[in-house]
Structures are given as C-alpha cells and as structure tokens.
C-alpha cells in the first residue's frame, strides 16, 4: 500500500488537533510537526515502483517523471537494488513548493540476482532494470 500526499496531510492535520487536545499551543504543535515533518516528507517522497518476476529475471519499474538519465545512480548487489535520482526544479519564489528534488531507496528482492548483467533505461519518465535471476536449478542425474 502506497502512503499519498493526501495521507500525509491527513496526518498531519490529526497530529495538530491532537496537540491542541494535549494543551499545546500552535507555536509548540509547529516546532514539534516541524521535527516530525521531515521525517513525514520523506518517508512520503519515494516514487511508485513495481516488481515483477519471470522465469529468467527481476523486473523492477519505477515512476521518476521529470528525472534524466544523468540524474540517476544505480547499484544492484545479489539481493537488492539503490536506487538515488534528483531533479532540477527552476529556482524562484514559490507560494507553495511540493515536489521534491530528489530521493534514495533500497528495495529488498526476493531471490538472488545476477547484479553484473543487469540493464536499465529511463523511458517516459519509468525507470525499468532488468536484472537476470541467480541460476540455481535443479536437474535430475541418471544413476548408472
């Protein structure tokens, strides 16, 4: 289950009435939703991302519109993936400033993968890495 902006607001929102229940001021509740929303932000700034299993390998897809292939850092050991991306936004004075520049995540995977072979490539805003699974197969041998 994805956590949204929207969760995050309604979070928030519910923290700050019950910090007023609790006798906090809104100066208080605001220095305290401060230290917490950093934390909020970027538990909430990971893009959506998908894996898939085949036979052959690990299909990982994750949404990173309006990132460039320069912007991208991919490491890919046996049993998982880091992925780091950023973003240029037009510097200025913003009346509300949402999107993030940038983010860092790792993604356990769910069997051994074959790091060295892996491909990736940024496409309409998806990065998609294929990574070929660990041959670990089993063959039955004739006794003779």
């Known amino acids: 289950m994805a956590i949204t902006q929207d969760d995050l607001k309604r ?4 923290m700050a009435r019950m910090m007023e229940d609790f006798g906090l001021d809104s100066r208080e509740g605001r220095r305290i939703q401060e230290r917490f929303g950093s934390l909020l932000d970027e538990f909430g700034a990971s893009p959506q991302a998908d894996l898939q ?20 850092e991919l490491t890919i050991w ?22 993030r520049t940038g983010f860092e995540r790792e993604y356990d995977l769910p069997v051994p993968v074959r790091g060295d072979q892996a491909r990736a490539k940024l496409e309409g805003g998806v ?18």
């Open 11 to 14: 979070f928030q929102e519910r």
């Open 78 to 99: 046996d049993e998982g993936v880091k992925i780091k991306a950023s973003r240029t936004i037009p510097p200025g004075d913003y009346l509300m400033k949402e999107r």
């Open 53 to 72: 299993e085949t036979e052959e390998e690990l299909i990982l897809r994750i949404d990173l519109p309006g990132v460039e292939k320069k912007d991208v």
């Open 127 to 144: 990065l998609e890495i294929s990574i070929p699974r660990e041959v670990t197969s089993r063959r039955r041998v004739n006794v003779e």
